[in-house]
């Protein structure tokens, strides 16, 4: 954790790899990275750790706190 992920590549790869898109997509960060400009046809669960509540949320998908123990 702590930035610099970039999730495009992800989105990319199920573009350009899967016939159909998938159900869903289910994403564990912290949210510091690049997200892709275009959203997605499937929704998508950002399953945030070690965060606050208040963060920057991405501009598409919904996000739910991951408790993590230290």
Same mark, same amino acid.
């Given at each position: ?7 495009? @590549? +992800? ?7 899967? *016939?159909?898109?998938? #159900? ?18 499937? @929704? +998508? ?7 606050? *509540?208040?963060?920057? #949320? ?13």
């Amino acid at each position: 954790g702590g930035g610099g992920t970039d999730f495009r @590549p +992800v989105f990319k790869w199920i573009e350009d790899n899967m *016939e159909n898109p998938p #159900k869903s997509l289910v994403y564990l960060t912290d949210l510091l990275g690049r997200f892709p400009k275009e959203s997605p046809d499937y @929704p +998508v669960l950002w399953g945030v750790y070690n965060r606050g *509540e208040e963060y920057d #949320k991405p501009h598409f998908g919904e996000c739910i706190t991951v408790e993590v123990e230290q």
